[in-house]
Structure formats: structure tokens, C-alpha cells
Nanobody, 126 residues
Framework: QVDLVDSGGGSVQAGGSLRLACTASRYPATFGCVGWWRQVPGKMREFVASIDRKGATKYADSVKGRFVISSDNTARTTYLQMNSLNPEDTARYSC????????????????????WGQGAQVTVSS
């Protein structure tokens, strides 16, 4: 069992920045990647960014150039630095962890995620 705790959400005006953090209770030997997903009420959860255990990153087109994902494996914490926020970024953000049993994984496929954080609300006002 892995517990993921999300923190750092809040309210900000358009153009502002926020940083989210996801701390894992442990990293299993088969830990493959940690990612961030977001969801707006009434819509499907969508992929935002991910980082694998070797540090390779992946971003959704909508956040490229504005969001940066990073990790501190010693602290078992993954960060999502969100810059130039706009109202369309308003959502509940949840971190996700996926195992890797064969080869690298990217945390980009919803049904492959093994654990989810409780989520952190991000609200961007215009």
C-alpha cells in the first residue's frame, strides 16, 4: 500500500503561480513514475505531467512551457510548479503513482495508475 498526500493548492489570480507537492508514504521497489492529473466537475480527469524514476518528464500540450514537474526521491516528494496560470487551469489536481514491472512507464494512462492522492483544489480567477 502506498499513501499519496497532495498539498499546496489554493486560489490565485490569472498570471500567478502555485506549487503543488505530492509526498508518498513509501516508494515500492517497482515504483515507475509519479504524475499529476486534474479534473473539473462534470469532465473526465486529464493528464497534466509526469516524471519517471530516472527523471524523464512528460507534459500535456496545454501546460508545456508553463508547468514544471520535479522530484526529490530522498524525500519521496514530487512537485508541480505551475506558472502563468489561467482560469482554464482551475481544477482539482491529484498525484498518481504507477508501478513498472516491464520497462519504463509514463503515468499517462488513467486505468494503469495504481495509487491516487486525495487531490488539491487550484482556483484561478481572471
Amino acid at each position: 500500500q502506498v499513501d499519496l498526500v497532495d498539498s499546496g493548492g489554493g486560489s490565485v489570480q490569472a498570471g500567478g503561480s502555485l506549487r503543488l507537492a505530492c509526498t508518498a508514504s513509501r516508494y515500492p521497489a517497482t515504483f515507475g513514475c509519479v504524475g499529476w492529473w486534474r479534473q473539473v466537475p462534470g469532465k473526465m480527469r486529464e493528464f497534466v505531467a509526469s516524471i519517471d524514476r530516472k527523471g524523464a518528464t512528460k507534459y500535456a500540450d496545454s501546460v508545456k512551457g508553463r508547468f514544471v514537474i520535479s522530484s526529490d526521491n530522498t524525500a519521496r516528494t514530487t512537485y508541480l510548479q505551475m506558472n502563468s496560470l489561467n482560469p482554464e487551469d482551475t481544477a482539482r489536481y491529484s498525484c498518481a503513482l504507477e508501478y513498472s514491472f516491464v520497462g519504463p512507464v509514463e503515468c499517462t494512462v488513467h486505468y494503469k495508475i495504481d495509487y491516487w492522492g486525495q487531490g488539491a483544489q487550484v482556483t484561478v480567477s481572471s
